[in-house]
């Protein structure tokens, strides 16, 4: 239901090729092990057959592929990062700064800030959920108490689309990369994604527009 926008034709090849190029190295994974029991029975062609790989021994070594495979290509996410909305329900930042971890001598060059984000939520379907990020250039309005979100899947920054702190409305932010860009921008001025444009998105939700998405 939460599908990107149509509008945000990059956003929405960058997911499905990122979903798409793990979905291909699962499988080519589960190839080269069942090549690998192919290539030892084919080897061993002078073994007894309970001593190949075939029937019950073949099927628990595919096993044993499909869910190392499972974890190794974070196949699981198809299951658990599927979109939602949902109302910030407390909104956590911690400040870190390096500055090459020498606070004495700050370099321009060595400038290190992030804000590590951490979310509590509850989804518009009453489930609770939880988010960690970090923002780049953390923006503490924008994820307020209350704000609703869209989270979509495979983007890691939430984007907001109802009840905003009046401060955060000048702004945009990158379900990409998380750079917080002004209101008026139609791409990220960091990673030049195209923004989500998040009025649009909240009336398309609201009015449940036919055909918002593809
Ligand atoms: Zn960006």
């Known amino acids: 239901m939460y599908d990107l926008p149509k509008e945000n034709k ?13 979905l291909g190295l699962y499988l080519l994974w589960m190839a080269l092990w069942y090549g690998g029991a192919m290539a030892y029975n084919h080897n061993h062609q002078t073994y007894t057959p309970d001593r190949l790989m075939l029937g019950w021994k073949l099927f628990f070594w595919m096993l044993a592929s499909a869910t190392l495979g499972f974890f190794l290509f974070r196949i699981y996410t198809f299951f658990t990062d599927r979109a939602y909305q949902g109302t910030i329900l407390t909104s956590g930042l911690s400040q870190s700064y ?6 004495g ?8 800030f992030r804000l590590n984000t951490a979310l509590k939520l509850e989804t518009d379907r009453g489930k609770r959920k939880r988010l960690h990020f970090e923002q780049k250039n953390g ?16 983007l890691p920054y939430p984007v907001a689309v109802g009840h905003q ?4 409305r000048q702004y945009r932010m990158c379900a990409a990369c998380g750079q917080v860009n002004g209101a008026k921008e139609t791409r990220c001025q960091t990673c030049f994604f195209t923004l989500i444009d998040e009025g649009e998105y909240a009336y398309y939700l609201l009015h449940d527009v036919p055909g918002k998405c593809l």
């Open 139 to 154: 923006f503490y309005f924008y994820y307020y108490e209350g704000t609703k979100v869209v989270k979509f899947h495979g």
């Open 105 to 112: 001598l700050l370099k321009s060059a060595d400038y290190d």
């Open 10 to 22: 990059d956003l929405r090849r960058y997911v499905l090729g990122k979903d798409l190029r793990r």
């Open 98 to 103: 390096e500055g090459s971890k020498d606070p």
């Open 165 to 168: 702190h009046p401060n955060a």
